[in-house]
């Protein structure tokens, strides 16, 4: 947690909280209310999908708090896009000294309860990993099996992509906008433009020794 300019900072022992909604539409009336019954002092807020990772108001709250803090939240939910990322949180503060409170989950790490809850959650979240990790690997060997090929080609070999490539080029055609033509991506035409042009150079080479 940030120490940083602790002189400017009330005395260790505040109650923090973070909010967070869906879309503008939403309200945070109610879990402001809640957190203010639950008397916290200071708040920090996002509105976005919890999917998304850039969240700044939890960004600052994380780097605001310090050990001694509590952070308050409305539902454990609020800090994370998914259970690995809301445990990950979790563990950042717990580790850092920080106490953590979600007034409907019913869940208060300063106490043992509320400690061994959190200890549930982080093997749920363990297992989940280990769950996304066995998927992956599975369906990459399905894919595999299947004769899909994973990574970039060693070589450019597409004669009518080169060809089309070229001629866009010629008539003013942007490097975007080739590739998104040619369902390529920037690097993979510039190899196209690199490869055919060495062609015609040794081409050029050949025709002058002969």
Same mark, same amino acid.
């Given at each position: 947690?940030?120490?940083?300019? !602790?002189? *400017?900072?009330?005395?260790?022992?505040?109650r923090?909280?973070?909010?967070?909604?869906?879309?503008?539409?939403?309200?945070? #009336?109610?879990q402001? *209310?809640?957190?203010?019954?639950?008397?916290?002092?200071?708040?920090?807020?996002?509105?976005?999908?919890?999917?998304? *990772?850039?969240?700044?108001?939890?960004?600052?709250?994380?780097?605001?708090?310090?050990?001694?803090?509590?952070?308050?939240?409305?539902?454990?939910?609020?800090?994370?896009?998914?259970?690995?990322?809301?445990?990950?949180?979790?563990?950042?503060?717990?580790?850092?000294?920080?106490?953590?409170?979600?007034?409907t989950?019913g869940? !208060?790490?300063?106490?043992? #309860?509320?400690?061994?809850?959190?200890?549930?959650?982080?093997?749920?979240?363990?297992?989940?990993?280990?769950?996304?990790?066995?998927?992956?690997?599975?369906?990459?060997?399905?894919?595999?099996?299947?004769?899909?090929?994973?990574?970039?080609?060693?070589?450019?070999?597409?004669?009518?992509?080169?060809?089309?490539?070229?001629?866009?080029? #010629? !008539?003013?055609?942007?490097?975007? !906008?080739?590739?998104?033509?040619?369902?390529?991506?920037?690097?993979?035409?510039?190899?196209?433009?690199? *490869?055919?042009?060495?062609?015609?150079?040794?081409?050029?080479?050949?025709?002058?020794?002969?």
């Amino acid at each position: 947690m940030s120490h940083e300019n !602790d002189v *400017d900072r009330n005395p260790v022992g505040q109650r923090i909280g973070y909010t967070r909604v869906s879309t503008i539409a939403q309200t945070l #009336a109610q879990q402001n *209310d809640a957190l203010a019954k639950a008397a916290v002092t200071k708040m920090f807020s996002d509105i976005m999908s919890g999917g998304r *990772d850039d969240r700044p108001g939890l960004a600052e709250l994380m780097a605001y708090v310090r050990e001694g803090d509590t952070v308050v939240v409305w539902k454990l939910d609020r800090l994370g896009r998914n259970t690995l990322h809301i445990l990950e949180t979790v563990k950042a503060l717990t580790n850092g000294g920080v106490t953590l409170v979600s007034v409907t989950d019913g869940i !208060d790490s300063s106490t043992p #309860a509320g400690r061994m809850m959190i200890g549930v959650l982080g093997s749920l979240a363990e297992y989940e990993r280990e769950l996304v990790k066995e998927r992956t690997a599975l369906k990459r060997a399905s894919s595999r099996a299947n004769g899909t090929r994973f990574g970039r080609p060693r070589k450019v070999g597409d004669a009518e992509h080169i060809a089309t490539a070229r001629r866009m080029k #010629a !008539d003013g055609h942007s490097a975007k !906008d080739i590739a998104k033509y040619l369902g390529v991506s920037r690097a993979t035409l510039y190899r196209y433009l690199v *490869d055919e042009e060495a062609a015609d150079a040794e081409a050029g080479r050949l025709t002058l020794a002969v």
